[in-house]
């Protein structure tokens, strides 16, 4: 089926191990997102990429890195990871439909903990 | 900045009734969009409706109609006749300005709809 896909969708780290969560989408949309929902907050902008190589900072960047690999991927690396980093962390991606109407599509999310 | 505020950080309905989720948001954008998610318990974020702000009328898809009201910057969703499978977050969101695209999130509103 066509969407996003995010892998994996569950991690338990320890404080100071690195990990990469993985995002692709077949929809050959050119905006992707990363996001990230803590109880209580809504979803935080992290990162976003409004294309093929290039990226930008959003509400929440600290202790993140992200790559736009190609159209299709765009990952998020946490180099140390923090017990303040423990989320569920959402991708997206957008294409315009119709004028100003976007659709945006979500991952099923990765729901990390660090100890 | 914009912003999107959710007040009812939960409801609760009685199965079959029609119920309302409060919705305001702050833009100096003249053009924008407002949209509604659900996330079940389950997690995943399902796209529910979509207003925009030179839309004439009011947005409806099925069970769920936007109550638009752009002079005092208010988009409420209003469920009819409440099943149990509606229990869930629900969160209103706003397309942000400029080239990155993104959503912008209000904190939620968890409803539970009672047999």
């Known amino acids: 089926n066509a969407g996003v896909t995010q892998t994996p969708k569950f991690q338990v780290l320890k404080t100071g191990q690195s990990m990469t969560l993985q995002c692709a989408q077949d929809?050959?949309?050119?905006?992707m997102y990363w996001y990230r929902q803590d109880p209580g907050m809504g979803l935080r902008l992290i990162y976003y990429?409004?294309?093929?190589?290039?990226?930008d900072k959003g509400e929440v960047p600290n202790g993140y890195n992200v790559s736009r690999l190609n159209k299709r991927e765009f990952s998020l690396r946490l180099e140390s990871a923090a017990p303040s980093q423990t989320s569920v962390y959402f991708c997206?991606?957008?294409?315009?439909?119709?004028?100003?109407?976007?659709?945006?599509?979500f991952g099923s999310g990765t729901r990390l903990t660090v100890v | 900045a914009q912003k999107i505020t959710q007040t009812q950080p939960g409801m609760f309905v009685q199965e079959k009734e029609a119920v309302t989720l409060d919705c305001t948001y702050d833009t100096s954008d003249p053009s924008y969009g407002l949209f509604w998610y659900k996330q079940p318990s389950s997690g995943e974020m399902i796209f529910l409706i979509y207003q925009g702000s030179y839309d004439q009328q009011n947005a409806t898809e099925g069970r769920y109609s936007l109550n638009f009201q752009k002079a005092r910057k208010s988009a409420n969703l209003v469920i009819s006749a409440s099943q149990l499978g509606d229990s869930a977050m629900y969160f209103c969101?706003?397309?942000?300005?400029?080239?990155?695209?993104?959503?912008?999130f209000g904190k939620g509103t968890k409803l539970s709809v009672k047999p």
């Open positions: 997206a991606s957008s294409e315009a439909l119709r004028g100003r109407i976007y659709g945006y599509t």
């Open positions: 969101a706003m397309r942000g300005s400029g080239s990155q695209g993104n959503l912008i």
């Open positions: 929809m050959n949309h050119n905006s």
């Open positions: 990429s409004a294309s093929e190589g290039t990226t």
